[in-house]
């Protein structure tokens, strides 16, 4: 059962760890990835060349592979990447972003999780359904259009298909290896209208994972703090430019007892 | 004419539809465009590998070209994803960023707004007359070293020239299909002091693109929306840094009334 | 011997001439850093082509070679850009980001200071201590571990082998020739908690460039105005994220009595 006691527990362990996360990321996030990693105390590095992608993961924690702005260049980097992780026992989140909205996302999903066996898959409920079901009719662009309890059936699924942790974030976050089901409910409706948040909550993944071996309690708190910081930040924001902002300041400020107060978590099949 | 009533109406569709607007663009503003775009209510999608710009343009209501950090692979994939658009009757902007600047930029922009046609094509002063007179002598960089009013001449010979409706973003902004011409004498001094503000201009005209057919009345009304919020946001802010924030936090809770209350337009040749 | 009166005759200039900043950088930084730039009154043109390199060159008053998230392509590029800047004469600023990381930096660091002669040389201490080693065991990704006042030995070897003047970030910066030694240490220890403050002071270290032909003093200007800005933004700032904006509102507002009231400089061999 994960509750806020382990959540603390694994927040603290970044800040005082400071774990290297290697991200090959899209260009949209980069920015705002890097700073939330910042915030909460990870060190944030970017490197997608093939001639390098191999000593970088070397010296990390864990490894982000984040299909975004995708390209055949970067997909070759996140394979060589993906391989060496794995041959280092070193754990991957893989957010599949549109995965659905073009066949060649869709084709470039499924083989990197094919070929890198990531510990996490993250995305939203249209992302996790279009994977699910390799299907190419359900995603529109890269924002979801379906609700995270429509898509908790194929996150199970996709979960025992993959052996991977699979979290789909949206009004409801779900956490699941298949089996037990963790569900966070906190967070903002203001979350969506910022670019990229999505992705911060695939890098803040990886941060967990730089310092807890239990895949499904670190892609929890995870989700944790993001639900509850961006609900906090939303609080003292007038719009997506606020947030964008005060969810930095959130995250690098947050304590304990925000988490204690605040965290809405339910847990099954534990 | 085009008044706020057509202003506030177009608004009030894109919140309602929320277009997928398919972007094209450079490293530098991604993240600002994203959210500026979703600010607004509509839904962006970046992406440029030549393997799925086709299938994006497809689900797309509209396709923004920007040549801000143009190399040959992304040049190719802009004129694929731009033939696409083409034979499905889907409207494109363009934004020559920085043309005349180098002999590969005035090349390129010639090269798509020939293969591509694109619906409008939007610019500070200094880029507009130099893709008018295709010299290559007055563009310093990418920032405007000339006033928007001696662009105009240029703008009404470049909009006959290419069919498109040409946008000069300055001081005042100027919207013509080379008869008819819309100026709006909106916006801030501090504007240009942010990066990528005429980058997040075109890409809201791919916004009004995607829900209204009259290309005159989108492109006016995205410049529209623009100079208004850019203008409170100026008001709210001590320098741009809090200006980029404010700016979204603007467009995102932008009113029928702020537009009719501040709106300064001028239509001539109707 | 560098004072407050220099500094502030140089930030007078960038504010007067405007000078065209070029970069060659990284995908997490190039918003920021060219806000940055326009907020100091410089104007930044970021263009990696290979095509264009030389043409964007020769219109600027210096080059900004920034090796971030790296790549086979752009690093062509660099290369083809810094031969042109030496061969006008114009200066160079290089940063040297995550050297000693991967070999693939190690070497393409080393190669760049060989072919392009920078002026200027920017990192934080472990890149500055990896650099002039050649080492690859210290740096841990991008962020430093080592404190500037350990490096500054390295960085003074540095500046005499490559005759570079050499600018170390960190608690203290330190800008020496090999010889003289300008030590500042204004800043806030939460400024490394922003992605990309370093790439930042490269690029503000360009804009000096820009204006003024002793590297020494254009250096040591870029430094303090960047650490006396990050200084008064910090004590505005509730957490990174708020940084990230107060800064740029900061330098967009400083005047020469915060220069006066602020600098804490010492000059040593002069």
């Known amino acids: 059962m994960i ?23 899209n260009y949209v996030v980069m920015n ?12 944030p590095v970017m490197a997608h060349a093939k001639e390098e992608v191999e000593d970088m993961v070397s010296i990390a924690s864990s490894l982000v592979i984040n299909m975004g702005t995708l390209s055949s260049k970067w997909v070759e980097s996140m394979l060589i990447a993906g391989d060496k992780a794995n041959s280092m026992g070193k754990p991957i989140v893989f957010d599949p972003v ?11 999903a499924i083989n990197i999780i094919d070929k890198c066996s990531p510990s996490v ?8 359904i279009a994977l699910n079901s390799q299907a190419k009719t359900k995603t529109k662009g890269v924002d979801s259009t379906d609700s995270s309890d429509s898509a908790l059936e194929s996150a ?15 009004e409801t976050d779900y956490i699941t290896d298949g089996k037990k089901v963790v569900a966070i409910e906190n967070g903002s409706s203001m979350m ?5 948040m999505g992705c911060t909550s695939t890098a803040i993944v990886g941060a967990f994972l730089g310092v807890s071996a239990n895949i499904l309690e670190a892609a929890s708190s995870a989700m944790a703090v993001m639900g509850i910081s961006g609900e906090i930040a939303s609080e003292l924001s007038k719009g997506p430019g606020s947030l964008q902002m ?9 304590e304990g007892s925000d988490i204690e107060k605040r965290l809405k978590i339910r847990n099954e099949g534990f």
Do not use: C, M, Q, W
């Open 156 to 170: 199970k699924s996709l979960a025992l298909n993959t052996s991977s942790v699979v979290v789909i974030s949206g």
């Open 121 to 128: 898959i993250r995305g939203n409920a249209s992302e996790i």
């Open 98 to 108: 549109g995965v659905g909205a073009s066949a060649y996302r869709t084709e470039t």
């Open 32 to 43: 705002n990835t890097a700073n939330a990693l910042l915030s909460i105390g990870a060190s």
């Open 246 to 254: 005060n969810f930095l300041d959130t995250i690098y400020n947050l």
């Open 192 to 196: 969506p209208k910022v670019t990229g």
């Open 3 to 25: 509750d806020s006691k382990i959540i603390i527990e694994n927040l603290k362990k970044i800040r005082e760890n400071s774990p290297l996360v290697h991200n090959i990321t």
